[in-house]
């Protein structure tokens, strides 16, 4: 965690927090005996922080699924996995950094994981894009699929992403074709596969990697079709009104699960994912194992039609009387 | 969202008062003044210097399927406004203004019928209810084509027309690019021809699910295509786009695109394209389609 950056409805948590670090410089450098003191600052920290965390708004959610000390994909695959082994490239035109996949380990047992990665300060997110991939990274991305259906792995994504990239080159090389054939494969991928948001899930650049049997969300992240931001500027005619886009669009975890467009919510720990990263990586692993517990035990050709018939079902319309 | 861009080309006040709007139309490439019976016929392309203006949604149908054959599907369908959507103005709102104007009652027209003789099911966009966005109903009718495409054991061509998605229906808008997807999946599986022409403009979910996929990806000459609106693009890397950026003439050139047709041959290619597929004899030569009147 190279900084300590804290979101502006987290500055009484912050102040708190300092409290309780100068107490205990205090009594080690004085020798003073503070557990009571600590005791009332730590109990008034975690109230403080469970309303905090309890309320959020849906902008105050994009916020944190944005939070710089969030743990990333490379995070959770230290947390997580083990035997975590890189692989790299496209094999067409390059090696897109925001996107990184490989083999690992779930409990010993082999599965492909690919996510989108960010970086934690200016020169790792030149490096990352800012985790959001060109034409190659989700090229790269379908490599890897395609691999773990070489071998019949099991697939787990892990989505945090402001969107895919949008420039020059990305269009020159196909954008949007990557996108689009990432999604026809996903769907008839002939493994089980878990698609977990982590923090942002931004359009179809998210969704890119998000095409799965089950669709989980960590209860701070966030899913839209486009970022509330640019929902704000075009239909709100000012990007200052990204509160409202935030409320409108149903951004949150909590909202696309009651939409039915995902299947599970992954409780974070008080204080959001930053707060603890091993409590969050825990309850993650927790309802990766369940769920591909659950798909292993499936036939493929009933996994694909249970896919597509879930896919196949998304949306909702009204029938009228034809005109 | 390319939907609110205006038009490059606009006539001046003073043009317009000079042009009767309902017999004459002004080519915005050429500047030729043409006859607006003699465009139509011409399926809205400017004898002069073939610029391509657009066509709306039944005139693809006119211009693609034989004389009588088109049955159209699922007409009945409409947006349930799932978000009770509502920014400066009701998203129902919109939907009861853009079905006011419009022929149908949603951004695409899908139906069964034949093209030169050949039973398929098709799916023609309507870029002018609220600029072609795909909502749940564009995705919903798109799917059933496909279906009833793997149904009949047929060929699928849908004709986009686009901004990208339909932000008022949220994460559902989003879904309809995996729905569509999924579908292209099955066709794959089975073995059935899909055919995508990209017509102006088509851009954002559009582009990024379907319109890409196809077994051949066709474009009309000046098409606008891409993942990111213009404009995005310009904003994010702050600097000005080159001369012909995203326009179809660059993405056959950059390997994104089979073929430029000409409105004109349209049905003729995707006759023969179709017939190769299917292990169809060639087609005869066939006169030019007439157009119908516009809506
Ligand atoms: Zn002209």
Redesign the interface.
């Known amino acids: 965690m190279a900084t300590v950056a804290h979101l502006d409805f987290e500055r009484a948590i912050a102040e708190v927090e300092d409290q309780i670090g100068h107490l205990r410089t205090l009594a080690r450098e004085r020798g003073l005996d503070v557990t009571s003191e600590l005791r009332s600052l730590e109990r008034k920290l975690h109230d403080l922080k469970t309303d905090t965390f309890r309320n959020l708004s849906p902008i105050e959610r994009v916020q944190v699924a944005r939070h710089p000390r969030r743990p990333y994909t490379l995070d959770y695959l230290q947390l997580m996995f083990s035997d975590f082994i890189e692989l790299a490239g496209d094999r067409q035109f390059r090696d897109d950094a925001s996107v990184v996949g490989g083999w690992a380990r779930l409990e010993g047992e082999p599965v492909m994981v690919i996510g989108q990665q960010k970086g934690r300060d200016m020169k790792e997110n030149l490096l990352r894009n800012f985790g959001m991939p060109h034409p190659e990274g989700y090229r790269k991305a379908l490599r890897l699929m395609k691999l773990a259906e070489k071998f019949r792995r099991p697939l787990v994504t892990l989505i945090d992403t402001p969107g895919?990239?949008?420039?020059?080159g990305?269009?020159?090389?196909?954008?949007?074709?990557a996108?689009?054939?990432n999604?026809?494969?996903m769907?008839?991928l002939k493994v089980p596969s878990v698609a977990v948001v982590i923090g942002e899930g931004g359009?179809?650049g998210a969704?890119?990697i998000?095409?799965a049997d089950r669709v989980l969300m960590l209860e701070n992240s966030v899913?839209?079709?486009?970022s509330p931001e640019g929902?704000a500027a075009?239909?709100?005619?000012s990007g200052s009104e990204r509160e409202?886009?935030a409320v409108?669009?149903?951004?949150t975890a909590g909202?696309?699960k009651e939409?039915n467009?995902i299947d599970e919510v992954i409780p974070e720990p008080t204080g959001g994912a930053h707060s603890d990263w091993e409590v969050t990586a825990h309850s993650l692993k927790d309802a990766l194992l369940r769920h591909l517990g659950e798909l292993r035990e499936m036939p493929v050709d009933a996994l694909r039609a249970a896919?597509?018939k879930k896919?196949?079902a998304?949306?909702?319309?009204?029938?009228?009387?034809?005109? | 969202?390319a939907w609110?861009r205006k038009p490059k080309t606009r006539l001046q006040a003073a043009d317009r008062r000079d042009l009767p709007g309902d017999v004459w139309e002004k080519c915005p490439a050429c500047g030729d003044i043409l006859y607006r019976e003699k465009l139509k016929e011409n399926w809205n392309v400017c004898p002069t210097c073939a610029h391509h203006m657009r066509l709306p949604a039944n005139g693809y149908v006119a211009l693609l399927m034989d004389e009588g054959t088109f049955r159209e599907r699922d007409?009945?369908?409409?947006?349930?406004d799932?978000?009770k959507?509502?920014?400066?103005k009701a998203y129902k709102d919109r939907l009861a203004a853009a079905e006011r104007k419009s022929a149908h009652?949603e951004a695409v027209i899908t139906g069964e019928g034949k093209l030169d003789e050949i039973p398929v099911s098709i799916g023609v966009m309507d870029f002018a209810f609220i600029g072609g966005s795909m909502?749940?109903?564009v995705?919903?009718k798109l799917?059933r084509a496909g279906?009833r495409a793997l149904e009949k054991e047929q060929p699928l061509i849908i004709v986009s027309a686009s901004g990208g998605?339909r932000?008022?229906?949220?994460?559902?808008?989003?879904?309809?690019?995996?729905?569509t997807?999924?579908?292209?999946?099955?066709m794959?599986?089975a073995g059935l021809p899909y055919i995508s022409i990209l017509t102006d403009p088509t851009t954002?979910?559009v582009?990024?699910?379907?319109?890409?996929?196809g077994d051949a990806n066709l474009a009309e000459p000046g098409t606008l295509?891409?993942?990111?609106g213009p404009r995005?693009?310009e904003q994010?890397?702050k600097q000005e786009?080159?001369e012909g950026?995203?326009r179809a003439e660059?993405l056959l050139e950059?390997?994104?695109l089979d073929r430029i047709v000409d409105r004109r041959s349209m049905k003729r290619e995707v006759s023969r394209l179709l017939r190769h597929m299917l292990a169809l004899p060639a087609p005869e030569d066939f006169a030019l389609n007439v157009a119908p009147d516009a809506p």
């Not at chain 1, 409108?248 to 951004?251: E, G, I, K, T, Y």
């Not at chain 2, 997807?181 to 099955?186: C, D, F, G, N, R």
């Not at chain 2, 295509?225 to 990111?228: P, R, Y």
């Open positions: 895919a990239y949008p420039g020059i990305a269009e020159e090389r196909g954008q949007a074709e996108i689009a054939r999604l026809r494969e769907a008839g359009s179809g969704l890119a998000g095409v899913y839209s079709v486009i929902c075009i239909l709100w005619k409202k886009a409108a669009m149903r951004v909202d696309l939409l467009v896919r597509w896919y196949m998304m949306g909702e319309w009204r029938t009228v009387q034809a005109r | 969202m609110f007409r009945d369908l409409r947006s349930a799932p978000l959507f509502v920014d400066l009652g909502g749940s109903v995705g919903e799917a279906l998605a932000m008022m229906e949220g994460i559902f808008s989003l879904m309809q690019m995996a729905k997807s999924a579908v292209l999946a099955q794959d599986e954002g979910g582009t990024a699910s379907y319109a890409m996929l295509i891409g993942f990111a995005v693009i994010t890397i786009l080159p950026f995203q660059f950059h390997g994104m």
